[in-house]
């Protein structure tokens, strides 16, 4: 019974760190829409998201968002959002990863 007081106390400290932890991620991403972006808390859920690729290009010119190119486009900020699946998707199709 002490085993599982221990690792249900474990379960829980591990939850509690990462509800803390993605709060944390959550305020950062709310002031990037709030200081960068310009956009408020309100006007979030009304917005398409057309409408907030266009402030991160027109952001680009004052913050620099991507460091290596001046300005960014629509297919710049989807590559950047799908790299991760995209490399998933690369490895698989090698067979570096196995597929399941």
């Avoid at 509800?19 to 960068?36: D, G, P, R, S």
């Amino acid at each position: 019974i002490a085993l599982l007081v221990i690792i249900a106390a474990f379960y829980w400290c591990w939850r509690c760190f990462k509800f803390i932890w993605n709060t944390m991620k959550y305020a950062e991403i709310k002031q990037f829409y709030w200081n960068v972006l310009k956009i408020p808390e309100d006007d979030i859920s009304n917005l398409d998201w057309l409408e907030v690729q266009s402030k991160v290009i027109e952001s680009q010119k004052e913050v620099q968002l991507c460091l290596h190119k001046d300005t960014l486009s629509e297919l710049d900020i989807s590559n950047r959002i799908l790299r991760i699946d995209n490399y998933k998707i690369a490895m698989i199709n090698k067979n570096v990863l196995p597929y399941s």
